[in-house]
């Protein structure tokens, strides 16, 4: 049988993935304290806990639900769950007992996969679900492992179709419910295939791992992506940027969000020599500020390749790799991957250079919500693409522009005001490091345009020095009403401005 059969017969990611290996001593992965894992012994692990799952009662499309620290053995179980054909559901780890039992109950898993130090909690909401628990702790220890340690290494992967769910992830939800989006083998597979081959990945690469493995950028883009190219990563816990810089000697590539590279740039060590070795910098989950991206390439000689991308549909767009990285723009949509631009209320596209809704078809987009047929009919057109809910436009060169979420379009006196362009001009200004652009309830206006500025220490920017540089710049509907000067902006654990905080902060800004 040749490869094209075989995927055919068998669509499951790790056959995807793994079959016909023909190197299997090659380094996977290794880790900061000293452990290194081989393809191997990667595929055995994950025979093993694959063995550990079936005898726990694990079906075919069973969900597993995992909140667990990042480790090798966590990575190890979500290849398990895929191999042994069921659907594997991350958890982000600072959700609360409170959150779980919402996820757990939507989701109904089977298994739930914990650290030890919360298997009481979890236990109580998981044994209400008829969910059995499992324990596994950052340092791999746990039952889970215990188990898989005297499991057989053998197993049969079960035969999956493209169309068949490999994970469900929930999205962040920053209003209303989080909504599970179903991911099927097809969706990551063809995905991850097609960002080697965009970002020119080899075996030669060393990937510095330091993203969560609960979403899916350090999840799907940074470990398939390396696994599929037969390349190698070093696994860190957390974003540690000495040791990156360090660590940038020896390896070839790091996937971040924006804050790893501001906070990077925060250090005297990072160099045109230290990045010498480097081949490449991408970053996505956030907007990169152009700034840091200019920044970036004066210290380093590095341009930052920036790619646009969701839980829902993978990634989407990218810079090209050869070519102009352009600071600002997310770049162009992926091969097989179609992105247009519509009018939000009518649905029908809109020419270049024109404001509105991006949306995306493809392999790499998402089968819909778990458990939720009417959202999900709600946020595809008719013909397939599905409605991102991100304004962007399209520039005459074919480079996307992601301009904000629509939910964060503010309108001020019946006018529309688009955050970033805003956020661009306060951004442009001596002394501001970022800022961002949020509406408030205000009695006249509806919303009142409301900035939040972070200077530079020392700098000498306040409400009025903002107002009177953006004086003719922009109209006069866009002009914030109050600017407030900050410390920090925000952020979830993927650098994502949170405006919904920021909202919450000045809700009575304007109040009488
Ligand atoms: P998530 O589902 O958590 O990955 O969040 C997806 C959202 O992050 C997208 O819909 C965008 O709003 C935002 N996003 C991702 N990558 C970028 C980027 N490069 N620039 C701006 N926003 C981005």
């Known amino acids: ?57 694990v079906k075919i499309g069973d969900r597993v639900a995992a909140q667990t620290e990042k480790s090798v053995a ?45 298997a009481e909690g979890i236990g109580a909401i998981a044994s209400k679900a008829g969910a059995k628990v499992e324990t596994l702790a950052a340092d791999g220890t746990g039952s889970l492992t215990v188990a898989a340690a005297k499991a057989s290494a053998e197993f049969e992967t079960v035969a999956r179709a493209n169309d068949d769910l490999a994970a469900i992830l929930y999205t962040s939800g920053t ?37 969560p493995i609960y979403h899916t950028h350090g999840l799907f883009v940074a470990s398939n992506v390396t696994l599929f190219a037969r390349a ?3 696994f860190l816990p957390k974003f540690d940027p000495d040791l990156i810089i ?52 004066a210290r380093t000689g590095h341009a930052v390749l920036e790619r646009y991308g969701m839980t829902e549909t993978n990634m989407n767009t990218s810079n090209p790799y050869d070519g102009d990285r352009v600071p ?19 649905g029908k596209e809109l020419g270049r250079e024109s404001v509105g809704m991006i949306e995306v078809k493809g392999p790499n987009v998402f089968k819909g919500y778990w458990r939720m047929p009417e959202k999900t009919k709600s946020e595809f057109r008719h013909d397939g693409f599905f409605i991102t809910g991100d304004i962007g436009k399209i520039d005459t060169r074919g480079y996307v522009h992601i301009l904000g979420r629509g939910k964060d379009l503010v309108i001020s006196g019946g006018f529309n005001v688009y955050p970033k362009e805003i956020e661009s001009e306060i951004d442009a200004m001596p002394g501001v490091i970022e800022s961002a652009v949020i509406g408030v309830p205000h009695a006249d206006f509806g919303e009142g345009v409301t900035a939040v500025v972070v200077s530079e220490k020392g700098a000498k920017v306040d409400e009025s020095s903002v107002l009177k540089a953006l004086e003719g710049r922009l ?38």
Not at 4 to 19: G, I, P, V, Y
Not at 35 to 47: D, K, T, V, W
Not at 254 to 277: C, D, I, N, W
Not at 330 to 345: A, F, I, K, M, Q
Request: glycine share 6%.
């Open 1 to 57: 049988m040749n490869a094209t059969q075989k995927t055919m017969t068998n669509a499951n990611l790790f056959s995807r993935l793994f079959d016909g290996i023909d190197d299997p001593a090659r380094l996977a992965i290794e880790t900061v304290d000293g452990q290194r894992i081989s393809y191997g012994e990667l595929i055995a692990r994950a025979g093993q806990m694959a063995n550990v799952l079936v005898e726990r009662g």
């Open 74 to 118: 966590g990575l190890v179980l979500y290849l398990a769950v895929v191999r042994a054909g069921a659907v594997y559901l991350p958890l982000n780890t600072a959700y609360t007992l409170n959150e779980l039992e919402y996820f757990i109950a939507d989701a109904e898993p089977s298994l739930v996969v914990c650290d030890p130090s919360k």
């Open 175 to 211: 209003t209303g419910r989080s909504k599970g989006a179903m991911l099927t083998h097809e969706n990551l597979a063809s995905n991850s295939l097609s960002l080697v081959g965009y970002w020119r990945f080899s075996s030669n690469d060393v990937l510095i791992h330091a993203l």
């Open 232 to 234: 190698s990563m070093i």
């Open 246 to 297: 360090k660590l940038m000697a020896r390896a070839t590539v790091l996937m971040g969000v924006p804050t790893f590279y501001t906070r990077l740039l925060q250090s005297p060590a990072l160099t045109k020599e230290a990045t010498s070795h480097m081949r490449l910098f991408i970053s996505g989950s956030a907007p990169l500020l152009a700034d840091t991206h200019r920044e970036w390439f």
């Open 328 to 346: 600002g723009a997310v770049g162009h949509p992926l091969p097989g991957v179609s992105v247009r631009v519509t009018d939000p209320e009518t």
């Open 475 to 512: 109209a006069k509907f866009k002009m914030p009403k109050r600017v407030m000067v900050v410390e920090e902006l925000p952020r979830n654990a993927m650098g994502k401005v949170q405006k919904n905080v920021l909202r919450d902060t000045y809700a009575k800004l304007y109040s009488k």
